[in-house]
């Protein structure tokens, strides 16, 4: 027997605030894919103080291919 296909588990990581430095366990389904200059990236917005902090797809360790395009 083989699997043809497998689910893959949403990546989480931690990340600092750029703007308030609060310490966030962030998971991918906690982000917005969005288009950036450099490719897609992920968007997700502090809970402490409200800021949008984005990260590069390549950035993401074990995060696999990156996100899916929006749609």
């Known amino acids: ?3 043809l296909r497998k689910k893959r588990r949403p990546w ?3 990340f600092d605030c750029v703007k308030c430095d609060a310490k966030l366990e962030v998971s991918e ?6 288009q ?3 490719g897609m ?4 917005k502090c809970p402490e103080c ?3 902090n984005w990260v590069a797809a390549g950035a993401i360790l074990g995060g696999g291919r990156g996100p899916r395009e929006p749609r």
């Open 1 to 3: 027997m083989k699997v």
């Open 12 to 14: 989480v990581q931690v």
């Open 29 to 34: 389904t906690d982000c917005q894919v969005r």
């Open 36 to 38: 950036d200059r450099d």
């Open 41 to 44: 990236a992920y968007e997700f």
């Open 50 to 52: 409200g800021h949008a």
